[in-house]
């Protein structure tokens, strides 16, 4: 086939595994990215993950089988996730490690040469491939050098330091591309997109503490949701059992440390107590993470046993010989060294659970398609694979998974926008009066003739392209559906609408213009980082490991109240060059926004279920729960709308999660 002279292009925002996974898959098929970035990839907040990523390896002969990591991130998920979505990324999981594998990536392994496997939370098959203790770190290195060269042969367009601002739909309401500003010149740009995707990682920043990087602010989600993204299942924020607790940050100490044999205890009559050893036999230590940062509040808060009477517990390694922790762990034990001045291989080091991930994010179907047209999304920021409660080591597998999905069905929807722009040049080429030549015609894909004739038809008739696609209503009162091919003109005008005019993506450039002058006008009395520390101390103290549904009414009024003062803040630098505190101030609405949702979906849900507890609810409710929440913004009040849909749970029944519980 003659090869178009018309070019698509996809926008993928974050260079984290996940987005550099689907420019990765775009790319193979041929397609080009503008990829869109804080920081350069290499930087992305995936860097940071320690422990490793599952998937059935099976080389220490344990008997592990796909079914049984697909069983265990359900009920980790404690029946919340889509099992059929599920059930397909465990099953990919070996071939990703594979992939990892072939590219390079420095997996450890066993003295045999084969991959080494650890234990993670909430498996009792060792399944977690791991490099050391920088996997995330190894991983996205080796994305990043496969990017790096599409990029030399000029399929990558990297946008490195800057910010996505908001997309941009057609009059039909299909997003047919976004707006962004360059953080060093703040030049804002309008770009002609045939799919966004969007990669943004995890909200973690809306608590202000939590072991997430800065950049995990969360709002590019809160940013589309205004614009009529569904999020889906918000309230299931996953807090981590075993953090440093900073006053600048939470620093992670990963499950691998119980992965590897840590033991998690306090004093309890003057002898050390193994809480989580001798209420879970059958799981120990490694029980899933909801389940442990419980029992550890339990312990420091209700019995009051914390370290020195603090909200501490101890993580113990000193009882593992100093070598091996060393080959397994070392990037970690440098780390709490470095940061507590104390050496983890000699003395127990001392830990309190963190806010860390987010299983909800912006609703998605299995292909990763959002609910607004060309507007997809994958890795942390979307909903998919983890229910209520995401095992560890299963979010670097979900974060590149859903990166191989959502590549090619960009690519598939931007072949298609190419095919209906080079139908509609054949026809305007035509309507000019041009003759063209047969390869011409080919080219440019000539409609065919029974496309051409409702075409006709439909200018004779001013009929609408919908009404060309609905059902006729025959003389005898039964209905025809019109039998119109997918790759029609008439389907993918349906699908696509009209292509963005130069008019409208300056009006959405100017649009954004706008808000950035008013932001570094705004003079009032407010200081946005004291708003966003009061911010991430209502969502820490309120929406957190137990939730009490007078005190999420408390905290969602002034959450509303932070909300009205953010047009209040004054802003000190008013500069054009490199503002990061007016972009600071554009983040922060996002965020409140996002705080909103979560707060009401969790004040909304009145169970108990993975990460989501209420004392006053304290069992899971599948009569009225078993349902994924949507949020929806309603521009009016600028509150969410809740509504709950059902999904697929029909492969494996649910039961009662208790993780053998005394
Ligand atoms: C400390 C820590 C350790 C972890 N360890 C593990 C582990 O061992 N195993 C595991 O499975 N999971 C782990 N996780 C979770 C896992 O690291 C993340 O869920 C995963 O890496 C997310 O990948 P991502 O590609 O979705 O997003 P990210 O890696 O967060 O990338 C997001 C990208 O989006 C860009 N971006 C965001 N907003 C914008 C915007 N508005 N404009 C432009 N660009 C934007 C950023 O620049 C970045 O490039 C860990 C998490 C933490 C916090």
Same mark, same amino acid.
């Given at each position: ?23 990765l898959?775009?790319?193979e098929a ?8 804080y920081?350069?990839?290499k930087?992305?907040?995936?860097l ?6 599952n ?23 404690d ?66 050098e ?14 490195i330091? %800057? ?8 009059k ?22 045939d799919?966004v ?5 995890g909200?973690?920043?809306i ?8 950049i ?16 889906g299942?918000?309230?299931?924020i ?32 003057g ?5 989580l ?17 419980r029992?550890?509040?339990d312990v ?5 046993l ?8 101890y993580l113990?390694?000193?009882h ?16 709490y ?25 912006? %609703? ?42 959502v590549g090619?069905v ?10 209906l ?5 054949w ?11 047969p ?5 440019l ?12 038809e ?31 003109l ?55 490991i ?20 953010w ?16 972009m600071?101030v554009?983040?922060?609405?996002n ?6 949702v ?6 909304m ?5 993975g990460?989501?507890f ?30 709950y849909?059902d ?16």
């Amino acid at each position: 086939m003659a090869k178009s002279a018309i070019k698509n292009r996809i926008a993928v925002v974050g260079g984290g595994i996940s987005g550099l996974m689907a420019t990765l898959k775009i790319c193979e098929a041929g397609g080009e990215v503008d990829l869109f970035s804080y920081c350069p990839p290499k930087r992305s907040h995936s860097l940071c993950a320690q422990g490793g990523m599952n998937a059935c390896m099976n080389t220490k002969g344990e008997g592990d089988t796909t079914y049984i990591h697909f069983d265990d991130t359900v009920y980790g998920g404690d029946f919340l996730a889509d099992q059929v979505a599920v059930k397909g990324m465990c099953e990919a999981a070996p071939g990703i490690v594979e992939m990892f594998d072939r590219m390079g990536v420095p997996f450890t392994r066993t003295a045999e040469g084969v991959l080494d496997l650890r234990n993670f939370g909430g498996q009792k098959k060792k399944r977690t491939v791991f490099a050391g203790s920088t996997t995330g770190q190894q991983l996205l290195y080796a994305l990043d050098e496969q990017v790096r060269k599409w990029e030399s042969k000029g399929q990558v367009h990297p946008y490195i330091f %800057w910010e996505f601002i908001k997309i941009i739909k057609n009059k039909e309401g299909v997003c047919r591309g976004m707006v962004a500003q360059n953080m060093n010149s703040m030049e804002i740009k309008a770009f002609r997109e045939d799919a966004v995707i969007l990669a943004t990682g995890g909200p973690g920043q809306i608590f202000g503490l939590c072991t997430a990087s800065t950049i995990c602010n969360g709002s590019a989600v809160g940013a589309v949701y205004a614009q009529g993204a569904h999020i889906g299942n918000p309230e299931f924020i996953q807090i981590h059992p075993t953090a440093i607790p900073g006053t600048d940050k939470n620093r992670l100490m990963s499950e691998a440390c119980r992965g590897e044999g840590g033991r998690i205890w306090v004093y309890k009559d003057g002898k050390p107590w193994y809480f989580l050893e001798e209420k879970y036999p059958d799981y120990g230590n490694l029980v899933p993470r909801d389940i442990a940062s419980r029992e550890i509040f339990d312990v420091c808060v209700n019995q009051g046993l914390g370290v020195d009477g603090e909200n501490k517990v101890y993580l113990d390694l000193s009882h593992i010989p100093a070598d091996y922790l060393e080959r397994k762990l070392g990037g970690i034990l440098e780390m709490y060294s470095e940061f507590m001045g104390q050496d983890p291989r000699k003395v127990p080091m001392t830990i309190y659970p963190s806010v860390h991930y987010s299983m909800g994010g912006i %609703w998605v179907d299995r292909k990763h398609n959002t609910n607004i047209p060309g507007l997809m999304a994958s890795g942390e920021c979307d909903y998919q694979y983890h229910g209520a409660n995401r095992l560890g080591a299963n979010s670097l597998l979900s974060a590149a998974y859903s990166g191989t999905i959502v590549g090619p069905v960009a690519m598939e929807w931007a072949t298609r926008c190419n095919k209906l722009r080079e139908m509609e040049e054949w026809l305007n080429r035509k309507a000019k009066g041009e003759t063209l030549m047969p390869a011409q015609e080919k080219a440019l894909q000539k409609p065919s003739d029974e496309d051409l004739n409702l075409y006709e038809e439909s200018l004779k008739e001013s009929r609408s392209l919908r009404m060309t696609m609905q059902p006729k209503i025959e003389a005898d009162g039964t209905l025809t559906q019109p039998t119109v091919d997918k790759n029609s003109l008439y389907a993918l005008r349906l699908e696509m609408g009209s292509e963005l005019t130069d008019a409208e993506l300056e009006a959405a450039r100017q649009e954004c213009v706008k808000e950035f002058e008013d932001i570094i006008q705004m003079n009032g009395k407010e200081n946005a980082h004291e708003l966003h520390q009061e911010l991430g101390r209502l969502m820490n103290k309120y929406v957190t490991i137990e939730r009490v549904n007078k005190d999420l009414d408390f905290c969602f009024g002034e959450v509303k109240k932070i909300l009205a003062r953010w047009n209040d803040i004054g802003v000190t630098d008013h500069g054009h060059w490199a503002n990061q505190e007016a972009m600071f101030v554009r983040q922060l609405r996002n965020m409140i926004l996002y705080a909103l949702v979560i707060t009401k979906a969790a004040r909304m849900r009145d169970e108990s279920r993975g990460a989501h507890f209420k004392r006053e609810f304290p069992n899971r409710d599948d009569e009225h729960f078993m349902k994924i929440t949507i949020a929806d913004y309603d521009p009016k009040s600028e509150e969410p709308v809740i509504t709950y849909e059902d999904f697929d749970h029909s492969l494996i029944k649910p039961r009662a999660r208790t993780y053998g519980s005394k």
